[in-house]
């Protein structure tokens, strides 16, 4: 996915959306996927609006997910954190 789209995909997001985007890139490499239940307890967020997000992430592209046992492993699909370079505040520090 080009730069640009990504970016605008991101800027169009809800903002529970890209309160996982931000806390997921915090955590990036290749091997970083986490699920629905770690995705809660590190954003904060209800089950609920996590689901709902998680979706809307899927849907724009944004995440992937992958199935391990009984659960849905999420990560930022490939390029996000590249594309998106500065334009979150995970990329500079959550809470810095």
């Known amino acids: 996915m080009c730069s640009e789209c ?21 955590l990036y490499d290749d ?8 995705i809660i307890k590190l954003t904060g967020l209800s ?6 997000a998680l979706n809307e992430l899927r849907g724009a592209m944004m995440v992937t997910a992958t199935v391990r046992g009984r659960g849905i492993y999420y990560a930022l699909a ?4 590249e594309a998106l370079g500065t334009e979150t505040s995970a990329v500079k520090g959550v809470g810095a």
């Open 6 to 26: 990504v970016k605008t995909l991101y800027g169009n997001l809800s903002r529970e959306a890209r309160t996982i985007i931000e806390h997921l890139a915090l």
């Open 31 to 38: 091997q970083t996927a986490l699920n629905q239940g770690e």
């Open 47 to 52: 089950i609920s609006v996590a689901r709902d």
């Open 78 to 81: 490939e390029g996000v954190v």
